[in-house]
């Protein structure tokens, strides 16, 4: 049973575009919410994350959106840039324990 | 970036093959991780270690084992290696449960024949 459900699978934008990435989760108990981005041959760096007493956190051009009541929460990536294309995961932890991973969204950025 | 080696970075073996991955960090983080990553499951966790011998199971942990006899090193033996065991596996550090984020190596890609 998937834990952190994400859409979509894939994602292709236009350069300046804005990119946005959905995931939602049933568990009311996780309490920390990353997410990662993954390039090809690498494995996933921390992107942003946000804890649930809060509604929005914007790090530059990432800003993550949280919805408590409907359990959902999603990346936005302002200005998308070719650089940006890579793999996307979200997660979702309570207290720091194991970690349950989305299945990740493939974002490709047209120059 | 942090200092996580794995190793080997790719292996092709055979069905009932024994195969050992091993993790080493320089960060002397308390917290280790083992996930693999498969095509429309994202990351699952494998085994994890809170500590020198402290191991728990994760969420797929079925046909794996773990051991961690120095802070630095975390190996993931497969004892008896089956096809549905080839994937990519990460290792992951921590120094805090909880509010540190994870920091992952850059994998080990397996294939079993």
């Known amino acids: 049973q998937q834990q952190v459900k994400q859409s979509p699978q894939s994602l292709i934008v236009q350069k300046g575009g804005i990119s946005i990435i959905n995931c939602a989760y049933e568990?009311?108990?996780?309490?920390?919410f990353p997410w990662y981005q993954q390039f090809p041959g690498k494995g996933p760096a921390l992107l942003i994350a946000i804890r649930p007493d809060v509604s929005e956190k914007k790090e530059g051009r990432f800003t993550i959106s949280f919805n408590k009541s409907a359990k959902q929460f999603s990346l936005h990536i302002m200005d998308s840039q070719p650089g940006d294309s890579a793999t996307y995961f979200c997660a979702a932890s309570r207290s720091g324990n194991q970690f349950y991973f989305g299945t990740g969204t493939s974002l490709t950025v047209i120059p | 970036d942090a200092g996580i080696t794995q190793s080997p970075r790719h292996k092709v073996t055979e069905t009932g093959t024994p195969v050992t991955l091993r993790c080493h960090q320089t960060?002397?983080?308390?917290?280790m991780y083992w996930y693999r990553q498969d095509p429309g499951h994202g990351l699952r966790l494998i085994h994890y270690s809170y500590g020198v011998k402290d191991t728990d199971k994760g969420e797929v942990s079925d046909g794996y084992s773990v051991s961690r006899s120095k802070t630095e090193d975390f190996l993931l033996t497969l004892e008896s290696a089956t096809s549905s065991q080839t994937s990519v596996y990460f290792c992951a550090i921590s120094y805090k449960q909880g509010a540190q984020p994870q920091h992952f190596g850059d994998g080990t890609r397996l294939s079993i024949l």
């Open positions: 568990n009311t108990a996780f309490d920390y």
């Open positions: 960060e002397n983080h308390r917290y």
